[in-house]
């Protein structure tokens, strides 16, 4: 037996006709007809088949009884794998009628008349020969008429028709063709009578259903004509209209207007279609590939589901519907036992590509199955949430293994370490979100969901490529303001170690005005005076000019080191940059090229530009070799005036000394300079860090723009705002840093109130920020800081990013926190559902906990129906409406032995069975309480009480009488 999956879409052609079919056969021997009928469905993947025969089910009776029945014919016609797909095809008669009621046309004036067709669909399991005489012969046609007297009738039978064709001719010599052709194309039937004798005989109790076809637009035909009450009637007796036309499926779903429809035609109804085969080319080829797909089991109650949900449990279109791929859903899971104790079945457990809920009593094995389920698949996601719920995760036995197999054929094991995209929403995880503490997991789940629009996203993570990139410049440039701090503190110790620059100036002048009063005293003449003067200028001069290309050459020299030493960091980060920006096959040989040539091209400058350096400080040997010649002559010319002067050794001592103060001043000018730079440096750098600080606040406010736009609403009922604020718990760890015990109020600009919380106001926030930070580097009124404590890590911390954007989620223009549990629980359940975009599987456990019954049908159920297209869902529940409502393709039962007296497993300690709630079959092989009863029956006692308490409900709400 093939385990099921629960409901699948599958392809049916409820409209085949057969040799039998006297009206219209173009389809030769049976023999020939047989093969090609079953060749194609293997070949066109069509898995039901409404075999469908005038009146008399002769051609379904001998395709079961002649071919499906006679094995030595089947092997006759076909091979052993054919056979074995010929017995999965689900075949049912569909037998059709003519009733009495017409509608003319001058458009659409057929041969015989316009006569309604009527269709009646019998489930496959049903006898064939009960059918004829329970059904086919109670029922009678108007066999002919006498003036003043009620018309005779006779039991419908097939020589009824013959002899009923066989007058017919007799009369009216104008009919050809056989006595039962002639005879069926005249016949009609009771609609009526035929819906009366189904539903009195408790045989066919929901195995039957009534169809018409519409040849016509139903949503264009004039319903103010006199046909009005014969077309109204017909399509609210009948279970579904035979019709591909879209806009008739539209209308009978009433999706112009369903309250509207409802009111007058009772109920939305299902359209359905076939290929009406008359030919063995027209098999399963219906008209502009306009196929019918039914998601369900392959029997009778499976096509019924399609007139208890017509929105979604068939499609008319040329492919199927089920569009995921196979990557997104999980296929099946398993327990593997490492031990000899019998704990878990090691059955595989199916899973549908839509939803599947688990369902069992107490302590059954539901969220067991579902947390190892997702552990397997992704044991960081399951960590996550179990510590966001504050849940302790189950204990990890090592007597079992637990494996998972998706569609594509990935296989996932609990001792392994694969990790497959999930979304797990364990018990109180939702509980959790709704509470205030939950505030910063309720803004991750809001901004996933935003994140879904590729529009929103791509501005978001562009701003938040700004804003990241300003808090790397200012975690940059408070690292250069420390070093700039610790050079700028020892420059000023080597030139106060050098000395203060005016008592050095002032020495200078001192020692100057001593070589003055020996010069005068060695009694110079004014022309010797002058010339000596002169002299000693052009020496000073010279000295200077010296001085200068011995820094310039030095100064050039360490710039070209410096370029050639950072270049080739800043290149590499460029390229880094333009890699990380540019979204590329990593293994694409022109974009690799691309790269190679930016890199190539950036590194080919430097040696331009050390060319160009050395030009600028190539002549300075030639000139430094001038300088030195002219000194020479400068100080042989002074050599006579210095002889002239007395006290040479005291003009000697005064002159050297001059060197060396002059030496001193010189040093204290270049540190000077230096120091001055690092002041500058120091600004900028002041400058920079607020401008990025601003930057990275105006992002923040960017986003919240973004999320405010009515644009990136929800929907209709659920928005979303947004605001900037200042995290205080982040915050604290700048406040930390200093002795708690002082009053911080004061020195902290208006950032904290009285009682030492953490005040934010946007407009102000920088400058506040600004003024701290000079408080800091000033050091003055500096409150006491914890030991080890520097400037350093104040400033680290102070311009830390403590911002966030906090969301807050309107249902109705109700906040969600001022919310009841069970409505802001129904909010969060409907936003995770809105992850539609993440197309994995998402695993809830029981999220109906704090809602009503009315809540969930009314609202939960229709989130989760709309979501399950997008996306497979597994979910625990213990609530009908969440299976039954939701139209739960596969529905997983779970039981632990020795729970419940009289609920005993086949032989594990913890069994699941699995199918659809229209499944109706069990394997009397199988023992154990989850085998000896169908899914529907399990429902009913798991989920209703039982079938005893569900009936009693019913007569008390007084549904029943």
């Not at 077309?231 to 609210?236: D, E, F, G, H, T």
Request: proline content about 2%; glycine content about 4%; charged content about 30%.
């Amino acid at each position: 037996m093939e385990l099921s999956r629960g409901s699948e879409w599958r392809k049916w052609d409820l409209h085949v006709h057969t040799p039998a079919s006297v009206l219209n056969n173009q389809f030769g021997d049976w023999d020939s007809y047989v093969q090609e009928l079953f060749k194609a469905a293997i070949r066109e993947n069509v898995q039901a088949i409404g075999i469908t025969d005038y009146y008399i089910p002769e051609g379904y009776k001998k395709i079961k009884k002649d071919y499906l029945l006679n094995e030595r014919k089947l092997k006759e016609l076909f091979s052993d794998s054919e056979i074995d797909l010929i017995r999965k095809i689900y075949l049912f008669p569909n037998i059709e009628f003519r009733i009495s009621k017409l509608l003319t046309s001058e458009e659409d004036n057929k041969d015989w008349g316009n006569k309604f067709n009527y269709h009646l669909l019998l489930c496959g399991d049903l006898d064939i020969d009960d059918i004829e005489s329970e059904v086919i012969s109670q029922l009678s046609i108007e066999y002919d008429a006498s003036i003043g007297v009620a018309t005779e009738k006779r039991p419908l039978r097939k020589r009824t028709i013959e002899e009923f064709g066989k007058r017919l001719k007799k009369e009216h010599s104008g009919f050809k063709g056989s006595d039962f052709f002639v005879g069926a194309c005249n016949a009609s039937i009771n609609e009526s009578d035929l819906a009366r004798l189904l539903k009195g005989n408790s045989r066919y109790n929901n195995k039957y259903m009534l169809g018409i076809p519409s040849d016509e637009d139903l949503s264009q035909v004039s319903w103010n004509s006199q046909s009005h009450s014969i077309r109204k009637n017909l399509i609210k007796q009948a279970h579904f209209i035979f019709s591909s036309n879209p806009k008739t499926v539209s209308f009978m779903l009433g999706e112009y207007n369903k309250e509207q429809h409802v009111n007058e035609f009772g109920e939305i109804k299902p359209c359905l279609w076939g290929s009406d085969a008359h030919s063995l080319k027209e098999l399963f080829k219906p008209k502009l590939n306009r196929h019918t797909w039914i998601k369900a089991n392959l029997n009778f109650s499976g096509l019924k589901q399609v007139v208890y949900d017509p929105e979604s449990r068939v499609k008319i279109q040329e492919n199927n519907p089920q569009q995921k791929n196979d990557y997104q859903i999980i296929k099946r899971a398993r327990f593997i036992n490492k031990s000899s104790k019998k704990t878990f079945t090691e059955e595989w457990i199916n899973f549908n590509a839509d939803l599947n809920t688990i369902i069992g009593g107490k302590s059954s094995g539901k969220s067991l199955l579902l947390y190892n389920l997702a552990k397997a698949n992704n044991n960081d996601e399951v960590i996550e949430k179990m510590t966001l719920a504050k849940m302790s995760p189950y204990t990890q036995s090592q007597a079992y293994d637990f494996e998972v197999e998706w569609n594509n054929g990935e296989l996932c094991k609990l001792s392994d370490e694969i990790t497959k995209p999930i979304t797990y929403i364990p018990q109180l995880y939702i509980n959790q979100l709704a509470e205030r503490e939950g505030k910063n997991d309720l803004n991750e789940l809001i901004s996933k969901v935003l994140s879904q629009r590729e529009n929103f996203k791509t501005e978001t993570e562009s701003i938040k490529s700004v804003i990241s990139d300003n808090n790397i410049n200012i975690s940059t440039k408070l690292s250069e303001l420390f070093s700039c701090i610790e050079q700028y503190n020892s420059l000023k110790k080597e030139c106060i170690e050098i000395g203060i620059k005016g008592d050095v100036e002032k020495q200078i002048r001192e020692l100057n005005n001593q070589a003055e009063e020996l010069r005068k005293k060695s009694g110079f003449s004014d022309q010797e005076q002058k010339k000596y003067t002169s002299l000693m200028l052009r020496k000073k001069s010279l000295l200077g000019r010296k001085e200068f290309l011995i820094d310039m050459d030095k100064t050039t020299k360490e710039v070209a080191l410096s370029y050639k030493i950072n270049s080739t960091v800043m290149f590499s980060t460029l390229l880094t940059s333009i890699k990380k920006d540019v979204v590329y096959d990593v293994h694409s040989k022109v974009i690799n090229d691309y790269f190679e040539f930016i890199n190539s091209s950036l590194q080919s400058v430097y040696p331009s530009i050390e060319s160009k350096l050395h030009d600028k400080i190539k002549g300075i040997p030639y000139w430094m070799s001038k300088i030195e010649s002219e000194t020479s002559k400068v100080d042989a010319s002074l050599l006579p005036f210095t002889a002239k002067i007395k006290e040479q050794s005291k003009l000697k001592e005064l002159s050297d000394k001059l060197i060396v103060e002059n030496a001193k001043l010189k040093r204290i000018n270049e540190k000077q300079a230096e120091i001055d730079k690092q002041t500058q440096i120091g600004t900028d750098i002041k400058t920079s860090l607020q401008n990025s600080y601003l930057l990275v606040m105006d992002g923040y406010n960017s986003i919240v723009s973004l999320v405010n736009n009515p644009i990136n609403s929800f929907d209709d009922e659920i928005t979303v705002q947004a605001e900037v604020n200042y995290d205080g718990e982040q915050f604290n760890a700048f406040l930390d840093l200093f002795d708690r015990r002082a009053n911080l109020t004061e020195f902290m600009a208006g950032l904290l109130d009285a009682k030492g919380n953490v005040l934010y106001d946007h407009e102000k926030h920088a400058h506040k920020i600004t003024l701290v930070y000079d408080k800091i580097r000033s050091g003055k009124e500096l409150p006491n800081l914890k030991s080890g404590v520097t400037a350093k890590d104040l400033l680290n911390k102070l311009y830390s990013d403590c911002f966030r954007i906090d969301y807050s989620v309107f249902y109705k223009n109700d906040e969600i926190l001022q919310m009841s549990p069970g409505k802001r629980g129904l909010v969060l359940m409907s936003i995770l559902l809105h992850l539609s975009n993440s197309e994995h599987p998402i695993l809830i456990d029981q999220p109906e906990d704090n809602l009503d019954n009315r809540t969930i049908y009314d609202q939960l159920k229709g989130y989760i129906r709309s979501k399950k297209l997008d996306r497979q869902i597994i979910m625990v529940t213990h609530n009908a409406n969440l299976v039954v409502s939701t139209d739960s393709e596969c529905i997983i039962v779970a039981n632990q032995s020795g729970q419940q007296v009289g609920n005993e497993n086949e032989k594990y300690q913890f069994e699941y069975c699995f199918g659809s709630l229209e499944d109706n079959e069990m394997d009397v092989s199988r023992k154990g309480i989850l085998f000896e009863n169908t899914i529907r029956d399990h429902v009913c006692h798991i989920l209703e009480g039982g079938v005893k308490a569900f009936k009693e409900r019913e007569i008390k709400y007084g549904m029943k009488h």
